[in-house]
């Protein structure tokens, strides 16, 4: 459900329906609570309810800016393993101008149709959450088999055929850890405890009562507009590769690696 509210729904829009729905239901609820239980207005219940509503919105308070700091750590993170991709990507081109016109010709191909395959094929997939291998896999194997058939001639050649085949095998290890997180998400314990919390504080502030009913309701708009904002932040950010606050496949297409792009530009 959060992939294709994610996908088909921009952040102002889902901002006007997370924030502005809870908003809205607190304020008919809060209103029509009142209008049904006149005594709320007095304000007997003050005293137990603040203590309440003091308690619960300290818990509440640390639960939600954990899972917030936790769910930007991995955005964070997620950028990281797609720029280090990348730029080992990169510096497997620019350390193939070391060795001879055919091992140079086959990196070039392989890393060409990595690249096109992570950004065309696997971004797409990782969107919707159903990201393989096999899109990228083919690539992978023929860079290892040109430089597994290809024995260093030079002092220079081998320094930069060392450095070739980690980089390389850096791009399989940051793959892994890309479409790792692709597929990951939120524990649903954390997901009821965020969630739910909001339908257990947000009504409690329905029991605190004013004498007008314009402060009434400006206290529980407030309380549920930075709830609901805080819901939006744990949607937008629960996946990293969708929605429109998603990690960009732009280092793929930057640096050393746009003459690829600018190749299949030329082609067509």
């Given at each position: ?62 639960i ?20 280090t ?15 001879p ?31 393989s291998y ?28 060392q ?31 965020a969630?739910?919390g ?14 007008r009913?314009r ?54």
């Amino acid at each position: 459900m959060s992939l294709w509210l994610l996908n088909h729904l921009s952040t102002l829009t889902l901002a006007l329906v997370t924030v502005g729905g809870t908003v809205l239901l607190a304020v008919v609820g809060s209103v029509l609570l009142r209008r049904r239980h006149p005594s709320l207005a007095q304000g007997e219940h003050n005293d137990m309810v603040g203590v309440t509503l003091g308690m619960f919105g300290a818990i509440y308070g640390i639960i939600l800016a954990f899972v917030i700091v936790t769910l930007w750590t991995n955005l964070a993170q997620a950028q990281t393993v797609v720029a280090t991709e990348a730029t080992d990507a990169a510096l497997i081109t620019r350390d193939a101008a070391a060795f001879p016109p055919p091992v140079r010709a086959g990196l070039d191909s392989a890393v060409s149709g990595y690249v096109h395959a992570v950004v065309l094929n696997q971004w797409p997939r990782m969107r919707s959450g159903q990201a393989s291998y096999g899109a990228t896999e083919t690539n992978l194997q023929s860079a290892y088999q040109v430089l597994q058939a290809y024995e260093p001639k030079s002092q220079q050649e081998q320094v930069f055929y060392q450095q070739t085949v980690n980089h390389l095998d850096d791009v399989a290890a940051q793959r892994r850890a890309r479409i790792t997180m692709a597929g990951q998400e939120l524990p649903w314990l954390l997901q009821a405890l965020a969630f739910g919390g909001a339908f257990v504080l947000i009504p409690l502030t329905f029991l605190y009562g004013t004498r007008r009913l314009r402060v009434q309701v400006l206290f529980v708009a407030s309380v549920a507009g930075l709830i609901g904002f805080s819901l939006l932040l744990i949607v937008v950010m629960d996946r990293p590769f969708s929605g429109d606050l998603s990690v960009s496949p732009a280092p793929f297409q930057q640096g050393a690696l746009t003459q690829y792009w600018h190749a299949a530009s030329a082609l067509r």
